[in-house]
């Protein structure tokens, strides 16, 4: 049997005749909103909590994957300027030797 608005209202109704105004409403109160059936469980609660600890676990790897390739990609751009530094840095001694040897007398 599924719980329309209009039977909890005929509930609180008859409750209210049979217990009192107050009392009616505390009980009313500790009702679910709705049907049972769309009530969680504790073991739905369980599930849902296993699906996100799985979810988690893969966020986890996926962070630790993409962390290991922006250092590895960090790296091979930091190798790569210290090259190029290094060969501008040869260039310019290249350059001031030449200019010492034959430059203006």
């Not at 039977?7 to 109160?29: F, I, K, N, P, T």
């Not at 504790?42 to 996100?52: G, H, I, K, M, P």
Request: proline content about 3%; glycine content about 4%; charged content about 25%.
């Amino acid at each position: 049997m599924s719980i329309t608005n209009e039977s909890r209202h005929h509930l609180h109704q008859r409750l209210d005749h049979v217990l009192g105004a107050s009392e009616a409403a505390v009980l009313m109160e500790h009702l679910p909103p709705v049907g049972w059936a769309d009530v969680a469980t504790t073991r739905d609660l369980d599930v849902l909590r296993a699906e996100l600890a799985h979810m988690e676990g893969r966020f986890d790897a996926k962070v630790e994957t993409l962390e290991l390739r922006l250092r590895l990609a960090l790296r091979d751009e930091i190798h790569q300027l210290q090259s190029r530094l290094l060969a501008t840095m040869f260039s310019l001694a290249g350059l001031l030797v030449a200019v010492q040897v034959f430059g203006p007398r």
